[in-house]
């Protein structure tokens, strides 16, 4: 079984398109991420929830808005587009510190946005 | 603010060859060190980590790295690559507690030749 589930998989949509890439975890962990890589492999983390909660919320344009129905899933949805977004999306999942121990996060398999 | 410096950017080697890839952190505070493996087209995998204790740290697939906290430095090493090693590496750090974010070198491609 999948721990964290991306889906597409792919993404191909033209500039100016509202689009949604939705991100489950089994793993009964209560903190989720959003990470952007772009072209040259970067990876950034864009927003964190922890139990349905919004904990890290990065710089990013406000078209990106991250949805949290309930600790188990983390769906990203973006508006209007522009070519710029193009890159892979990645989810991630971890379990709270404890001990002050960040624990490993588990990464999603990657939704790969194309821009035309 | 954290940020994770990785020097190499692109690494070739030939099978046997051993590695070493470098890291440097930046962080005031206590810290969490992680590398991650990202194969082509697949999702980042957890090669190992550090928490506190023994600074060197063994992971998977016989990778290993060392905490040097008077250098700010988190290594990893193997002794002898594969060509199933040829990979992008990616090293994170985070602050301990609260502070869950992940921030990430810029990667090194490792590419090991048969």
């Known amino acids: 079984d999948t721990a964290v589930s991306q889906t597409p998989k792919y993404l191909v949509t033209q500039m100016g398109n509202d689009k949604s890439i939705k991100c489950e975890q089994n793993?009964?962990?209560?903190?989720m991420y959003w990470y952007k890589q772009d072209s040259k492999k970067f990876l950034k983390i864009m927003f964190s929830?922890?139990?349905?909660?919004?904990?890290i919320n990065e710089t990013v344009p406000n078209r990106f808005s991250p949805k949290s129905p309930d600790k188990a899933h983390l769906n990203l949805h973006i508006n209007s587009l522009e070519l710029g977004d193009s890159a892979v999306y990645f989810c991630?999942?971890?379990?709270?510190?404890?001990?002050?121990?960040?624990?490993?996060?588990?990464f999603g398999d990657g939704t790969r946005l194309s821009i035309l | 603010a954290q940020s994770v410096s990785q020097h190499n950017h692109h690494v070739i080697l030939s099978e046997a060859a051993s590695l070493e890839l470098g890291c440097n952190y930046s962080?005031?505070?206590?810290?969490?060190l992680f590398w991650y493996v990202q194969y082509p087209g697949q999702h980042l995998q957890l090669l190992l980590k550090?928490?506190?204790?023994?600074?060197l740290v063994k992971g998977i697939k016989g990778f290993e790295a060392e905490f040097i906290k008077s250098k700010f430095s988190f290594n990893l090493r193997k002794p002898s690559v594969q060509w199933s090693d040829t990979a992008e590496y990616f090293c994170?750090?985070?602050?301990?507690?609260?502070?869950?974010?992940?921030?990430f070198g810029s990667g090194t491609q490792l590419t090991v030749l048969p």
């Open positions: 991630a999942s971890s379990q709270g510190a404890h001990g002050g121990r960040n624990q490993p996060q588990h």
């Open positions: 793993l009964g962990h209560d903190t």
């Open positions: 929830y922890n139990n349905k909660e919004l904990i």
């Open positions: 962080y005031g505070g206590t810290v969490n």
């Open positions: 550090y928490f506190s204790g023994d600074p």
């Open positions: 994170a750090v985070n602050g301990g507690g609260s502070a869950r974010q992940l921030t």
